[in-house]
């Protein structure tokens, strides 16, 4: 299985209907500001079939 980095609009097309709106891209996106330099990440991880995925953002060196 491997871990790949995607855009937003490529992890929300894998990831339509979050079961919670803040695992969501728009949410994401709205807190872009608070993340160092806006470094948010959308990582997947998948071996032909999505298996899952991760949203971090960088703030004070560190991915949460």
């Known amino acids: ?7 937003s609009r490529e992890y929300g097309m894998m990831f339509p209907c979050p079961p919670h709106i803040f695992n969501g ?3 994401t996106e ?3 500001h608070k993340c160092d330099d806006g470094d948010v990440r959308y ?3 998948g071996d032909g079939k999505v298996r899952g995925g991760i949203i971090l953002g960088r703030r004070d060196g560190m991915l949460h």
Do not use: C, G, K, S
């Open 1 to 7: 299985m491997m871990i790949n980095a995607v855009t």
């Open 43 to 45: 990582l997947f991880a």
């Open 25 to 27: 891209v728009a949410f």
């Open 30 to 32: 709205h807190n872009r």
